[in-house]
């Protein structure tokens, strides 16, 4: 059974972000860094109504991730873990996600704060965060668990602005 299907950018990311090594690991230790998302006019009637929102997901294609490995060493962490168990861009359909703060809309361009994306990044969709269906109570973070406050914030801002 061949279950193969296309799917196609709906627009792009654009974010001060340009090395992936610089790049902070998720939105959380990406404060205050703001970019824009352009959707494909052909797509602008689905904008109606997102203005409402405070955050979206925004769901993308790791476009500089070549290799597929399903043992990855987090950047969170020095111990191999299983690449589903990590947010690593080495995913079998390179698939990211973030969930950022919508500042406004104009026209088919969203001004978002809080960007962990890298320059020129193909979207695939956007989702609005709602919190009376995305919020969990009682959450296990498994191996999460174990990085501690302070090593997250360093391992994980990778200042750009910086070079380091």
């Known amino acids: 059974m061949n ?13 001060p972000h340009k090395n ?37 997901y925004l769901l993308y294609r790791f476009h500089r991730a070549e290799q597929v490995k399903l043992r990855v ?19 079998p359909n390179h698939i990211g996600f973030s969930v950022v703060r919508l500042l406004s809309i104009e026209g088919t361009t969203l001004h978002v704060e809080d960007l962990d994306v890298l320059d020129g990044t ?6 609005p965060f709602i919190a009376r269906y995305d919020l969990r109570e009682n959450v296990r973070s498994g191996w999460q668990e174990e990085v501690g406050d302070d090593t997250a914030r360093r391992r994980g801002v990778r200042d750009y602005r910086s070079g380091h």
């Open 3 to 15: 279950d193969m299907f296309a799917i196609e950018p709906i627009g792009q990311i654009h974010s």
């Open 20 to 56: 992936p090594k610089e790049t902070p690991i998720q939105p959380v230790f990406a404060s205050g860094i703001r970019g824009t998302v352009t959707v494909d006019d052909a797509y602008a009637d689905g904008l109606l109504d997102l203005d409402g929102f405070s955050h979206v």
């Open 73 to 91: 060493r987090p950047y969170l962490q020095d111990e191999e873990r299983g690449v589903f168990a990590t947010r690593a861009p080495f995913r």
């Open 122 to 127: 193909p979207l695939l969709d956007i989702k």
